[in-house]
């Protein structure tokens, strides 16, 4: 189903949620810890699924997963949400970067 024409008909937009396997200590510490294949998640609001936001250890980072160099192991959920869904993320997102500095090194 072409994914463009189902958010203008249904009324609802698509997200994506993005889990990952990163190979370096703390991700197979990770991946110990909760039994998960998976030691990260990122969203992104994206039609085109090329910006995704996380927080690693870094604090709230933007990602670009078409331009990683290694291979990780991964999944993405492609979701339908509201317009009101859609937009309380889209405001949540666009926040983070101001607050940037609470965040840095949070995790």
Known sequence: MNERKAEGSTGRRMVTLLLTRHHDPFSN??????????????ISIDPEQKKFYSFNKKGFVEEYPGNRKRSNISMS????????????????????????CVYYGAV
Do not use: G, M, Q, W
């Not at 510490?29 to 990122?42: G, R, T």
């Not at 949400?81 to 949540?92: A, G, I």
């Open 29 to 42: 510490y990770i991946c110990h810890v909760s039994k998960s294949p998976y030691s990260h998640a990122s």
């Open 77 to 100: 959920i492609r979701i339908f949400v509201t317009e009101e869904v859609y937009t309380r993320l889209k405001n949540e997102i666009d926040h983070f970067p101001s607050v940037r």
